[in-house]
């Protein structure tokens, strides 16, 4: 089950994404200003710089995605790995609620209203753990591919 702290890593990620995101369109907005500035001055030489700086922006912003993405991807094993655990255990416990039954010698209407609500709670936690798995998986679909190096 995922704990406190790897929902956290989860929320930094996002954010370290979005601010990377920020600093591209920053960098962008700041390359689209100089060259408003000097639209009928462009010279060879001042292309070349401009067409550095937009290149070494641009390959600055691609390494923060494959950072982002490379964390996201163990998120999502990390989130998989909870799920997977949650899912045996409801099955488990399953299990020994209907062991636990079927070797009752006689089990009183209380006890039974019991074990349904029981059962009612386990089916409802893994219908949830299901939805949330398979919401996982979309998650793990909308990765693009990893960016050619």
Known sequence: ???????????DAICDNTQAIRDVLTAIK??????RSRRGLATQQGLREMEDRIMAKLDDYLQKITTFLDKQGANIDTISTGIDGLSTDIEDIKAQLAAAI?????????????FDAVVTRIDDIDTRSTALAEKTKALDAMHPPVPPS
């Open 1 to 11: 089950m995922m704990k406190h702290h790897e929902h956290s890593q989860v929320a």
């Open 30 to 35: 700041e390359e689209g200003a100089w060259w």
């Open 102 to 114: 079927a070797g009752a010698p006689e089990i009183t209407p209380e006890h039974a209203a019991a």
